[in-house]
């Protein structure tokens, strides 16, 4: 079992720039695919982006397609999101989470296996 842990949120204005970090422990990523999703007040937890097992796949959300990037250093047990071009819409909860299922990279959270406790980033106008 892995357990993930995130930092790297917090506070920033609006088109300013964040990187989120997600740790792992109990387990190397390596075994994973990984993801990032988000979830703002009162609504569903949403699709943020995912990086297959050996890096060379990614596939993000349509809402931050262009502007965030997910890459990973199994060396540092750790993945990676940048966000630029941060918008007050892209405030939420992010997390992180891991997928046993690594033939090709799934959107829907009910597919990943294990998550993180979360961390906030809040974008002002």
């Known amino acids: 079992q892995v357990q993930l842990v995130e930092s790297g949120g917090g506070l920033v204005q609006a088109g300013g720039s964040l990187r989120l970090s997600c740790v792992a422990s109990g387990r190397t990523l390596s075994s994973y695919t990984m993801g990032w999703f988000r979830q703002a007040p009162g609504k569903d937890r949403e699709f943020v982006a995912a990086?297959?097992?050996?890096?060379?796949?990614?596939y993000y959300g349509d809402n931050v397609k262009g502007r965030f990037t997910i890459s990973r250093d199994d060396a540092k047990n750790t993945v990676y999101l940048q966000m630029n071009s941060l918008k007050p819409e892209d405030t939420a909860v992010y997390y992180c989470?891991?997928?046993?299922?690594?033939?090709?990279?799934?959107?829907?959270?009910?597919?990943?296996?294990?998550w993180g406790q979360g961390t906030q980033v809040t974008v002002s106008s």
């Open positions: 990086i297959s097992v050996s890096g060379s796949t990614t």
């Open positions: 989470a891991a997928d046993t299922y690594i033939i090709r990279i799934r959107t829907r959270d009910v597919a990943y296996d294990y």
